[in-house]
Every structure is written in structure tokens, then in C-alpha cells.
């Protein structure tokens, strides 16, 4: 198992700046990372940097919450496909899935895969795990998302806040169980991608064993390392 080559590094902080960008570019490099996953502005910056090496450049689409309307998930989705993006995580609208908006919600889906194939790229759907309480709403959106033309199906931003009983806003990000579940769901042609709080190599390694074929991470070289943790987290 080459462990570096199944991470997608991620670049996304809302505070990252450019230089920020250059710098996980470098390293993801370095590592040998299957990818570097930055905000949409930062896509050309990024391929820009990666020229010359094996490291794919990727980005999110209607990112953080899934909720801007399909016309602009798709311009959006041109617009990094056109600055040389090669992989596509998009938010599914959370909302409709909770709604059971099943058709609208596989709609979207397609018209975005559509968009990403025809220019040689992938598709990722991220769930948002930590807003999606039921194991069957879960299975069911992988559902959706196979028959939709997913390549992906992706549990979680990183940025998915839910207040606890504490008062305090927190995320869970990818569990075991939900890898476990995601990957029964879906057949093997679809690929299932861990992100959210994946900050050292056991958790890691414990994901990969449930499932996972794909990291999203900003701990990467914590992880590869074996050794610390993230605080910046994703």
C-alpha cells in the first residue's frame, strides 16, 4: 500500500492564503501526495506550481454547504475544469437529501459528473456525515450518487459544525462506521474518500482497513510521519 499516493492534501482553510497554497504544494510534492485538494480560486496557482510533478490538482465545488442552486455548481465546475482541475469534490445540496428531494438531489449529481468526465476529471460527492443522522439516508445518497455517475462518494468538509450539548459547535468528520457503510453501499467502481479530523496514521491506517480509498487531509505529513497531530485539522 503506497499510502502517500491515496491522500488528497488539503489546502482549504478560509484563512490560507496563497502563499499558504504554494507551500502545501511543495509539499505535497515532496511527499509524493496523490493530490492537493485548494479552494477554487487557488486552482491555477496550484497547477502552476505542480507543473512538474505527479501530484494532481483538485477542488471543491459548492463548498462548504451545498446549498447554491445547480446552475452555479456547474459554472463553477467549468470554470476549474477550464483552469486544469482533474478532480471535482462537490457538496451535495444537504438540504434536499434531508428532504428526500431524491430526484432533484440526482439531477444535480449527473449534470456535475457530466461535466467533469467530459473533460477527464472526477467526481467526488461529499455527504456532510455529521448533518446526516440516519444510516439510511446515507445509504440511500450512495445510491443515488452511483447512479448518478459518481466516481466518489466523500463523508465529510472538514467544516461541518454541529452545536453539542455543550454549546460548543464541533464536527465528528469520518468515522469507521460510516466507511464501513458508505463502502457496503456502494459497488467497487465507486471509490469511498475519508476527510474530516483524519489527523494521524492509526486513524488513518483504521480507515483504509474499513474502506477508504482516498484521504482528505491537511495532516499529511503528520500522518506519513506516523507520529503527532494537526490542530488545524480538516
Known sequence: MNLAHMIDHAILHPTQTDDDVRQGCQLAHRLGLFSVC??????????????????????????????????IKSAETLWVLERGASEVDMVVNIGQVLSGEWEAVQREIEQIARLAHARGALLKVIFETDFLSSDETKRRLCIVCEKAGADFVKTSTGFGFVKQKSGQYDYVGATLHDIRLMRTACSLRVGVKASGGVRDFAQ??????????????????????????DSAGY
Open 204 to 229: 488513518a491506517t483504521a480507515l483504509i482497513a474499513a474502506g477508504a480509498n482516498r484521504l482528505g487531509t491537511s495532516a499529511s505529513e503528520a500522518i506519513l510521519s506516523g507520529q503527532g497531530r
Open 38 to 71: 485548494v479552494k477554487p480560486y487557488a486552482v491555477p496557482l496550484a497547477v502552476e506550481c505542480l507543473g512538474q510533478s505527479n501530484t494532481k490538482v483538485g477542488t471543491v465545488v459548492g463548498f462548504p454547504h451545498g446549498g447554491q442552486p445547480s446552475e
